[in-house]
T-cell receptor, first 115, second 113 residues
Framework: KQEVTQIPAALSVPEGENLVLNCSFT??????LQWFRQDPGKGLTSLLLIQSSQREQTSGRLNASLDKSSGRSTLYIAASQPGDSATYLC??????????????FGKGTKLSVIP | DGGITQSPKYLFRKEGQNVTLSCEQN?????MYWYRQDPGQGLRLIYYSQIVNDFQKGDIAEGYSVSREKKESFPLTVTSAQKNPTAFYLC????????????FGPGTRLTVL
């Protein structure tokens, strides 16, 4: 069974700092990994999707890396802003059997960027 | 505007009542999903559908039922058999089931009184 862990559970940084969020997964046989952002009481917004054959993806100030063999991904946020404050979730897609593809989520890292 | 809509945003239910949560998408996606989110826990998959008239149970399907009669709609019924239904429910869709990106709706918060 796939398990996804995100460390730390919460992080507080001053505005302007670069930061790294971590995600680890137990079964390296994944199809892809997706990073999401969730604001309080809202749905999830997809940030980046990395296919299993890729090493990283970039979007603006965000960069996500994937090391499938070691079961790890990182989300790098450059020059953090107060508007980046949210909970960040990672999820891995894997084959749970009979061709059914499941997305298993971590519990998230709650980021606070202090002005 | 293309996207996923969920209604209502907030829902209150008395114990013993069934209630149906709506999820509609106009993205022409084949696959749709229902997740449950509880404080301090990751999202957990309730049901998913890869195509019209087909759906499979996820990790926590007990006490829930779904239907997929139309491509754009995937309603979730929370039955009285669900022991702890108070939670935040999220619907998602993807082009097809498999390696594609999932997109999420805004969620419905269900509270049982």
């Amino acid at each position: 069974k796939q398990e996804v862990t995100q460390i730390p559970a919460a992080l507080s940084v001053p505005e302007g700092e670069n930061l790294v969020l971590n995600c680890s997964f137990t079964d390296s046989a994944i199809y892809n990994l997706q990073w999401f952002r969730q604001d309080p009481g809202k749905g999830l917004t997809s940030l980046l999707l990395i296919q299993s054959s890729q090493r990283e993806q970039t979007s603006g100030r965000l960069n996500a890396s994937l090391d499938k063999s070691s079961g790890r991904s990182t989300l790098y946020i450059a020059a953090s802003q107060p508007g980046d404050s949210a909970t960040y979730l990672c999820a891995v897609r894997w084959d749970s059997g009979a061709g059914s593809y499941q997305l298993t989520f971590g519990k998230g890292t709650k980021l606070s960027v202090i002005p | 505007d293309g996207g996923i809509t969920q209604s209502p945003k907030y829902l209150f239910r008395k114990e013993g009542q069934n209630v149906t949560l709506s999820c509609e998408q106009n993205l022409n996606h084949d696959a749709m999903y229902w997740y449950r989110q509880d404080p301090g826990q990751g999202l957990r998959l309730i049901y998913y559908s890869q195509i019209v008239n087909d759906f499979q149970k996820g990790d926590i399907a007990e006490g829930y039922s779904v239907s997929r009669e139309k491509k754009e709609s995937f309603p979730l019924t929370v039955t009285s058999a669900q022991k702890n239904p108070t939670a935040f429910y999220l619907c998602a869709s993807s082009i097809v089931a498999g390696s594609n990106e999932q997109f999420f709706g805004p969620g419905t918060r269900l509270t049982v009184l």
